[in-house]
């Protein structure tokens, strides 16, 4: 236990710089209990993982179900608010709207084209699990065959009474993090204007 | 050995061209009045972003002609268990450089890990060819390098830095891999033909072996992202982060309770 700790607290001194430079967290992400998290990611993990390992289901349906599954589990607008930051006040009030339909569709393509790929993939529960302020931490053990099996650990938050997704941490490498890098770079490269992550979104998206 | 000391000999070299980048093309730092772009320019810690696109397209090229078809054609040529069975050897391979900087870093039950995974692979594991250590003794790999070291001793990463074929680092870790290279008996044992050959092979399989690694992680940032060089960069920094922090897959086996795994 005191490992357990210790590299949480660890963790934490890490996370201060970028911290700091976070804009407040979505008021809609509040605590919540580590059971009830995990029994949410072993529900839908399994349901996941049912869908991408049904040989029945042509891919394109399959990349479909996955899809549906994602917008019913992870908490899309909490992570489109985080992912554009200091830039969303920057936005004008229809930038914002057009921003967080193609954050949506981005989002679930590029994850539901990922998972889609993954036949054969089990998961079993990890041992760590760990409670913030706003969240939960799930670590699970994803295994492919062929593959070395890896660590993705999950983030959930109780939004409105519901516990959501809210980030996904493969090998210590958080989703939400690094699209917010990424997005962040899209727009200083293109003189700081919003509008220049959103033409890269939609050429990215085929519109 | 040829490949091993030319490693060797060029890590330091590059440490003043990064200098040299330096009063060639810096980002520029935004106004201090922009506090928040200005704690995020910190973050990022790439003042030499100019310089490190450019060794990325640099990088970029040679991956496409080169690296990436090479480790597409070993993953299609050779099965599974044989490319296991290449990755067991070269982390066999790897011991005294895992094993000096587990030392260094006052870990002596990781130090002990190793140790014992050599002594089990080596000679039950058919000179490291199975990994018999975590396949049948639950004691399963990890890696450790002298940036790592460093970083456990409070040695700051320095700026990012983009390396052609070695891929992202920064001025410490690019250090610590010189140090690492000098640490490798194999840079030091022999010399003739023979051990060339050796040397030779265990740095282009090191190079084949890691980008295979990376086939589908890299493929997928380079068709999903926006901006594959600033998603590298974070994805990078985050998988260090947690490198240094040892929250590998042996620390998570290690939190497990006995008889679960």
Redesign the interface.
């Known amino acids: 236990m005191i490992?357990?700790s210790r590299?949480i607290l660890?963790?934490l001194v890490?996370l201060a710089?970028?911290a700091?430079?976070l804009p407040a967290i979505p008021p809609a992400w509040a605590q919540i209990d580590t059971n009830r998290a995990s029994a949410f990611i072993q529900a839908s993990g399994t349901e996941l993982v049912g869908v991408i390992n049904n040989p029945g289901i042509p891919a394109d349906q399959r990349r479909q179900k996955v899809a549906d599954i994602l917008r019913r589990s992870v908490d899309i607008e909490g992570v489109a608010r985080f992912v554009i930051g200091?830039f969303w006040r920057q936005a004008s009030a229809q930038e914002q709207q057009e921003f967080l339909t193609l954050f949506e569709e981005?989002l679930v393509r590029?994850l539901a084209?990922?998972f889609g790929e993954y036949q054969g993939v089990r998961f079993e529960m990890?041992?760590?699990q760990s409670r913030t302020d706003d969240d939960a931490l799930v670590?699970t053990i994803v295994t492919r065959p062929?593959?070395?099996?890896f660590?993705l650990d999950w983030r959930v938050s109780d939004v409105n009474g519901a516990p959501r997704i809210v980030d996904l941490i493969a090998?210590?490498?958080?989703l939400r993090?690094?699209?917010?890098?990424?997005?962040?770079?899209?727009i200083q490269?293109g003189g700081g204007q919003v509008s220049s992550?959103i033409t890269?979104?939609k050429r990215?998206l085929g519109r | 050995m040829r490949i091993v000391k030319l490693a060797s000999f060029l890590a330091p070299k590059l440490l003043p061209l990064a200098a040299l980048a330096l009063l060639a093309g810096c980002a520029t730092p935004p106004p201090a009045s922009d506090a928040e772009a200005l704690a995020e320019f910190r973050a990022t810690n790439d003042p030499l972003e100019p310089f490190n696109r450019a060794m990325y397209a640099t990088h970029t090229v040679i991956d496409t002609v080169a690296l990436r078809p090479v480790a597409q054609g070993y993953r299609a040529v050779l099965p599974q268990p044989v490319r296991t069975g290449v990755r067991n050897m070269l982390q066999n391979i790897r011991t005294p450089i895992v094993l000096v900087n587990d030392m260094l870093q006052g870990q002596p039950r990781r130090a002990g890990d190793t140790l014992g995974r050599f002594v089990l692979n080596t000679t039950i594991g058919l000179g490291g060819l199975f990994d018999v250590a975590n396949d049948h003794f639950g004691v399963p790999y990890h890696n450790e390098d002298f940036g790592q070291t460093l970083a456990s001793w409070g040695v700051g990463s320095g700026p990012y830095l983009f390396i052609p074929v070695l891929g992202p680092s920064n001025a410490r870790d690019l250090t610590g891999f010189g140090v690492d290279v000098a640490t490798q008996p194999l840079t030091w044992f022999g010399q003739g033909l023979a051990v060339d050959i050796i040397a030779g092979s265990v740095a282009g399989l090191t190079v084949v072996d890691l980008r295979e690694s990376y086939l589908d992680t890299l493929d997928e940032v380079t068709r999903t992202s926006l901006d594959p060089y600033a998603t590298i960069r974070s994805a990078s920094r985050q998988s260090r982060a947690a490198a240094i922090q040892n929250n590998d897959a042996a620390a998570r086996a290690a939190l497990r309770p006995a008889g679960s795994r």
């Open positions: 490992r357990v590299r660890g963790g890490l710089p970028a700091a430079v200091r981005s590029n084209g990922r990890g041992r760590s670590s062929g593959t070395a099996a660590n090998e210590g490498t958080s993090l690094t699209t917010r890098s990424e997005y962040s770079s899209v490269r992550l890269a979104l990215q």
